[in-house]
């Protein structure tokens, strides 16, 4: 196989350029909108106190004395503790998260309305109107991750679900579909885990534990309307009025609760500055980056530099030679579930900038895009690339040659 330049590798696709609306854009913006924000002690207005019988813990993401009210506060049941942490947090941040709530597994949990589909939601922050887009991610620290049963961490409405199995692997629930990963819960160990449902049905919905990809789903679901729970699993029992009957599922501490809404005017995901592990805990580990959070919200103000495949904090030959040696790596097989391939931290180190688990033609546009070319040597000289670059499929080449005749044919009438 002979090997091809960067210069061969431009000439071959090109034309793909032609095609670059179809791809996923770098530069998209990012930042979804925080709907719900339980900081689990951490509000002032809660007065915690370590081994405190926790009443209610309060939604610190809305406006007090708002008519309606963008508060979604919790109540809590069967008397869960205020455990601090300070000396235990779970990521970078020094300053704040002094708190936990914890849980038994027998009698208490917390439990207030659901966000779901945030359109319905009961106690919406904006209006939702049209908006089927969200997510939440937490941090958890089971004490019994093996115990045998199956253990609930957060269930949103029956229909959104984090758990720990009963073989002790973690595992996500959208509708009635659970998949369970092959990540195993370890007692005493914080863990940050993540459920987003980002881009309407075909969009997917994805589970992250502490930032590496785990399940991957499709993106439908129903309404419900049964209650949030954290500690606790959901079900229905239409004999009882509201219908949420709750089974108290989860022995260990829950911190730092966010949920959140995307579409419309709201945001998107980006795992990048969205993923809160990726943010605050991988991206601080790395040799060009470190943690500041100056205002305020538990989360990395320092952003990951676009195109940074080896984490060093600077675009240069580097990231090209970590390109090369990635080229079409594919997802190392964490992954469960039918939906859409998704990557994470492993796969992005290996050049996968556009997060679908592969590196390939469409990291590489995304490589370029960031302006990487520009005063980088390496771009103008022969690089050989391990593998020859991949031929367009035939359908793919029939549109590129229809683009490239309409262009043409349109020059040559002047």
Known sequence: MKAITWQDASRVLYPFALLGLMLPCLDADAAYTLDRWYRMGDDSAESASNNGAVTFTYDSSGQLGQSPSQLADLTAVGSPLYVNISADRPHANATLDDYAISFDGTTQYLHGPNLNIPAEAARPNNDYTGITDRGYQLWAKPTAADNGTEQSILDDGDVHQVLINSGGNFGF????????????????????????????????????????????????????????????????????????????????????????????????????????????????????????????????????????????????????????????????????????????????????????????????????????????????????????????DAALLLAISAVGLALATRYSRG
């Open 173 to 392: 629930e959208i509708r009635t579909s659970v998949q369970i990963g092959n990540t195993q819960a370890v007692s005493d160990q914080w863990v940050h885990l993540a459920q987003v449902r980002p881009n309407g049905d075909g969009g997917g919905a994805f589970g992250w534990v502490n930032g590496r990809a785990v399940a991957t789903q499709t993106g439908d679901y129903p309404s419900s309307d049964l209650s949030l729970a954290i500690g606790a699993n959901v079900e229905r029992d239409n004999l009882v009025d509201p219908p949420s009957v709750y089974t108290p599922r989860f022995i260990g501490l829950v911190s730092d609760v966010e949920m959140f809404v995307l579409g419309g005017g709201f945001g998107t995901f980006d795992y990048t500055t969205d993923n809160g592990y990726f943010t605050d805990v991988f991206l601080p580990e790395q040799a060009g980056y470190s943690f500041s959070d100056t205002d305020g919200d538990q989360h990395n103000d320092i952003e990951w530099v676009k195109g940074d495949i080896n984490f060093d904090g600077t675009l240069d030959a580097g990231d090209i030679d970590t390109f090369i040696a990635g080229w079409l790596s594919p997802n190392p097989g964490t992954t469960v579930g039918g939906g859409p391939a998704l990557g994470d931290y492993v796969t992005l180190g290996l050049g996968d900038l556009d997060l679908d688990g592969d590196t390939d033609v469409d990291d590489w546009f995304q490589l370029r895009a960031t302006g990487i070319s520009a005063g980088v040597a390496a771009f103008s000289q022969p690089i050989n690339l391990p593998v020859a670059v991949p031929e367009p």
